[in-house]
């Protein structure tokens, strides 16, 4: 499959660089370059010592359902 590079605005002045992948891991596994990503946005973080931050869809929708 294709990869998807997206970037945004966080904070309201600071882009980012962001990796899309089911398992954070696996950014490791495609050998994608940390240099080049800020946030990994995945549905499971199996990567606990992963250098760059990560956002787990499946840990952070029950929170977002939580608080509306």
């Known amino acids: 499959s294709r990869r998807q590079r997206q970037m945004c605005i966080r904070d309201r002045w600071e882009a980012i660089r962001i990796e ?3 398992r954070s891991r696996s950014f ?3 050998r994608h370059d ?3 990503c ?6 499971e973080d ?3 010592d992963c250098l760059i ?3 787990a869809l499946k840990e952070a929708l029950p929170e977002l ?4």
């Open 20 to 22: 899309f992948e089911y």
């Open 28 to 30: 490791h596994y495609h």
């Open 34 to 36: 940390a240099a080049q």
């Open 38 to 43: 800020d946030v990994i946005i995945c549905w």
């Open 46 to 48: 199996d990567w606990p």
């Open 53 to 55: 931050e990560v956002l």
């Open 65 to 68: 359902r939580r608080e509306n």
